[in-house]
């Protein structure tokens, strides 16, 4: 049996929480409706007409319902949407026996039938099923569920026998019960303070089971884990674990969190651990028939965590050049892929206008790496001779023409504050005077007063 409660400007979700005291199978069908299903409360309640009574009687103490106040329509039937029926459309209490859901539900308009209605579309068809039936002179739920069902289905289609089930009461479907969003994130409270690493891995081993659980049954996946170690004073040790390729991997996240436990070890002993994580779609890749093989994302993730236990973090990464005047400054960035449609974004976008050639010709420059340590001299600041050498290069001769100096300076607040003046030089060739001129870019430290050759034009 279904129970059915109907208030008419009942709106929000204390409906639904009323109807969970009842029963915990409970579909929220519209605002101001909900159906519960009754089977097995009979030995809590005696019967199902006795819960019904008892659901109408505690809707009238509005310190129960929530302020319901009385005016909540109850019914009972065999099946749900004839509850539904009921419910919205007689007052009170309504019990329909088995079989006898015509008898109850005769008179009702075939109008009524739009609210078991879900889409849009069913709605569009259901309006021109309504205007045959006018045509038809069929009004009420006895007249369309008199008509037979082989006509109906010829004329109406699969829709309008659909509702010439409706309006029979004879459907037979299931509840659509409320689920409630999942959360993602466990904790467990410790009899006894931890301050070894081995045992908090069996601590940790037992959440992400669970919450990797969790993902493969709701086909989901994660990139970032949150980990957050109560300590024994009172305070807080969070890490948090970002990855560049979504996993469910059970042992691969605890390998991970034990590596960066013994990186960033928590100052004092542990008596709560919570871990949480932010559920995102796997990432589906299908590999070429005459690609080889690439390493699996999960080992890749754990060889650089080793390799940054070894190294240290701030020394594996991929270079990312800063957005800084200084020379040759980057950083070391965590490895992240890029999503194929961002990658050929240019690529596949029609309206991406590509520039036009160059009118003139562009010089490379060729950036010495070392520079090169260099002897200037100079007449009155502009350099005139120059003298360097290295192992791989060497460049000396005689300065014919000089551009500079540009003044580059910055972080003046730091210890490692950099000063210099650059100069592009043209120095004469050593076989002939006539011969072509090399040109380079030099520099001269402010701080020591050294000059340095940075590279050559190309």
């Not at 309006?167 to 009899?191: C, N, W, Y």
């Not at 007449?379 to 192992?391: E, H, L, N, V, Y």
Request: include cysteine.
């Amino acid at each position: 049996m279904f129970v059915c409660v109907h208030h008419a400007k009942f709106t929000n979700g204390s409906l639904s929480d009323f109807a969970y005291a009842f029963s915990p199978l409970v579909e929220e069908t519209a605002p101001g409706t909900v159906v519960l299903n009754a089977d097995g409360c009979e030995l809590l309640f005696g019967s199902t007409y006795r819960l019904a009574n008892e659901i109408t009687r505690l809707a009238a103490r509005p310190e129960i319902a929530g302020g319901l106040n009385g005016k909540v329509n109850v019914a009972l039937a065999a099946n749900p949407d004839a509850a539904i029926h009921a419910a919205r459309f007689f007052k009170g209490l309504t019990f329909i026996n088995p079989g006898d859901e015509l008898t109850g539900l005769g008179d009702l308009p075939v109008a009524s039938l739009c609210f078991q209605l879900a889409g849009v579309e069913e709605k569009k068809d259901f309006e021109e099923i309504l205007a045959t039936l006018k045509l038809w002179g069929i009004r009420t739920f006895r007249d369309f569920a008199n008509l037979p069902t082989a006509g109906v289905s010829e004329r109406l289609g699969q829709a309008g026998v659909r509702l010439q089930k409706l309006a029979s009461g004879k459907t037979d479907r299931h509840l659509k019960l409320i689920q409630p969003a999942p959360v993602f994130e466990d904790s467990i409270d410790l009899d006894y303070p931890l301050a070894a690493l081995e045992p908090l891995s069996f601590i940790l081993a037992r959440l992400l089971h669970q919450l990797c659980a969790k993902l493969n049954a709701y086909a989901l996946a994660t990139n970032e884990l949150r980990v957050r170690l109560k300590l024994e004073n009172g305070a807080f040790h969070d890490r948090e674990l970002n990855l560049p390729y979504a996993m469910r991997d059970h042992k691969v996240f605890l390998k991970l969190l034990l590596l960066d436990a013994e990186m960033n070890p928590p100052p004092q002993a542990i008596v709560a651990v919570a871990l949480a994580c932010t559920p995102v779609k796997p990432r589906v890749a299908q590999n070429g028939l005459f690609i080889p093989l690439a390493p699996e994302p999960e080992k890749l993730e754990l060889m650089l965590a080793r390799l940054a236990k070894l190294i240290g973090p701030g020394n594996l990464g991929s270079p990312e050049v800063l957005d800084t005047h200084r020379p040759d400054a980057f950083r070391l960035k965590r490895f992240a892929l890029k999503r194929k449609s961002e990658h050929r974004r240019g690529a596949a976008n029609p309206r991406v206008s590509h520039s036009p050639p160059h009118p003139f010709p562009i010089m490379a420059f060729r950036v010495f790496r070392p520079p090169l340590r260099a002897v200037v001299e100079d007449d009155k600041g502009f350099p005139k001779q120059i003298s360097a050498w290295s192992s791989e290069r060497s460049v000396h001769g005689k300065i014919v023409k000089t551009a500079g100096p540009w003044r580059a300076t910055g972080d003046w607040w730091r210890a490692d504050a950099w000063a210099r003046d650059e100069w592009d030089v043209a120095i004469e060739s050593r076989a002939t005077r006539d011969g072509p001129q090399e040109l380079y870019r030099i520099y001269r430290e402010l701080r020591q007063g050294s000059w340095f050759v940075a590279g050559v034009y190309d």
